[in-house]
C-alpha cells in the first residue's frame, strides 16, 4: 500500500510528517460505502480543535449542516463526526 493510505476502514487518524497532505489537511481516513472505497484527507491542520467548547461544538455544527451529512465518501461527513 502507498505510503500515507491508512489500512484500518473508516477509521480516521492525524497525517503524520512526510505523509501527503502533511501541513495542509489534519486527519486521513480510507472511507468505504456500497462497495467504493477512497482515501480522504480533512480538517484545517493550522486551526485548533475546540469541541469541548459547547457554543463552538454548536456554532460548528450549524455552519457546516452536519444533520445532512450522509455519505462516507465526503470530508465533510468525517469532519462532523469528529465534532
Known sequence: MPKGIPKKVNSPRRIRA??????????????????KTRTIRFGDANMKIRKSNPNARKSFRARHKCDQKKSKLTAGYWSCKKW
Request: aromatic share 6%; proline share 6%; no cysteine.
Open 18 to 35: 512526510g505523509e501527503p497532505g502533511h501541513g495542509k489537511k489534519k486527519f486521513v481516513v480510507l472511507a468505504s460505502e456500497g462497495g
